[in-house]
Structures are given as structure tokens and as C-alpha cells.
């Protein structure tokens, strides 16, 4: 018997199984349509981040020290550069960068407003989620101190607009949801598990016919078989990191 006929016998072998025919499809379809992946509220605290301050002056290390006082972060390193403290994040020394720019004290006095990048590693979206938070509560009080600070010398209309502007950017994961993190090894563990189940499933129902083969017929059936769940594994991944993929929205870098 030649290879191709072994392989269209396996083939019609797998597909009249009606238990490895649910596992191998249903199992996939179901989990990747159907998967809630709930998360259970969570506190994250005291996460490191650096501190890129190329102004130096007073209200800079008021801002720094403001963010310090949050329970959510903590000043690890005081990078010179942010070349410096990029490459402590993409460590993963830190998973965040607070960027204070030149001039910052001199545009507040100025009333000419300031962005304060914030950086931070979104694939850890609880953690990101957090430090963002933080960094805002502190340019928030920072912002309310100058406006108090402003009101005892000019009149309150003039104090339209706030001195001090925060712009997170996620790095790595633009939802900053959990499915862009997760999603890609769930995925993988999901069609390792079904695949790993059906051939077990539908190897152990057919041991007995092995055992009467002679060694050449059993390697062409085992080809066979790897072949015919290679095939239908290529479909599912196709199917989980192509159109599952555009389905959730999950960035791919």
C-alpha cells in the first residue's frame, strides 16, 4: 500500500472518530469564541520606575517627589538620559519612565503649558494601569499647588487651562486590555492541550491494528497520522493568531 492511500485511511480514520472529531474541532472552536478570561480585581503597588528630569530645578523635583509619595510606584533610578531608561525597561529593571523636559519650570512661571511624557511597558496592563494613575494624581496636585499658588496674584478667569499636561503611552499593547498579553499564550496552551488529547484518544483506540503491522507499515501509518493532525493544527492556528486575532483587536509587533 503507498503512502498516499495510508494517508486518505487515516484520514477517513480520524474523521468517522466521532470523540477525536469533537475534541480536534469543537474543543478549538469553542475555546477560542467562547473563552471569558476573567480577572479578579487587583492591587499593584510600589512598581519601579526612572526618572528622566533634564530640567532640574525646583517644581521638577517637587513633581518627583509627589510621585515618590505614591503607594503605586517608586523612583528606582534617576537615568540620565532616556536612552538609559529605555533600556532598563525593555530589562525589565523598571516598567516605567517619567520624562520631565528642559524648560519645565521656566514654561510653568511662563503659563505656557507643559506635557510630561509617561512611559510604561502596557504588556503588564494592571501594572501600567496603576502607574499611569499615580503619575497623574501627582501631576494633578502638582497642578492644583501652581493654580493656588497662581489664584493670590491674578484674578481666577484668567486660570483657564492647567500649567502641567500628562500623556501616558502604552507601550507594546495599545488596548491596554489583558487580551493582548494573554490572549497569544492561551492560545498556544488551548492547541497543544486539544491536539495532545485527540491523538492520544485516537492513537490508544487503534493500538491493536498496530500490533499486527510489521515495523515499515507502522512508520507509514504513524507519518500518515502526523501528517493528517499537522494539517488540522496548521488550520486552527490560521484560524486562532489570523482571524481570532483581527477579532479581539490584538496588536501585532
Known sequence: ?????ILLM??????SHKGVLLILIGAPLIYGLLYPLPYLKDIVTQQKIALVDEDNSFLSRQLAFMAQSSNELEIAFFSPS????????????????????????ANIHKQVPVTIDFYANA??????????????????ALNDEIRFKRNAQIEEAELGTDGIKIRPIALYNPSEGYLNYALSSVFIFILH???????????SSRRLELALLD???????????????????????????GALFSFYGIERH
Open 1 to 5: 500500500m503507498n503512502f498516499f492511500k
Open 10 to 15: 487515516e484520514l477517513r480514520a480520524i474523521v
Open 82 to 105: 532616556m536612552l538609559e531608561a529605555k533600556k532598563l525597561l525593555k530589562e525589565e529593571k523598571i516598567y516605567g519612565i517619567l520624562h520631565i523636559p528642559s524648560h519645565f519650570e
Open 123 to 140: 504588556n503588564y496592563f494592571l501594572i501600567y494601569g496603576a502607574l499611569a494613575n499615580a503619575v497623574v494624581e501627582s501631576i494633578n
Open 193 to 203: 492541550q486539544v491536539m495532545l488529547i485527540a491523538s492520544s484518544m485516537f492513537t
Open 215 to 241: 515495523k515499515k507499515e507502522i512508520a507509514l501509518r504513524l507519518c500518515a497520522r502526523l501528517l493528517v493532525f499537522m494539517g488540522a493544527f496548521s488550520v486552527f492556528i490560521l484560524w486562532y493568531f
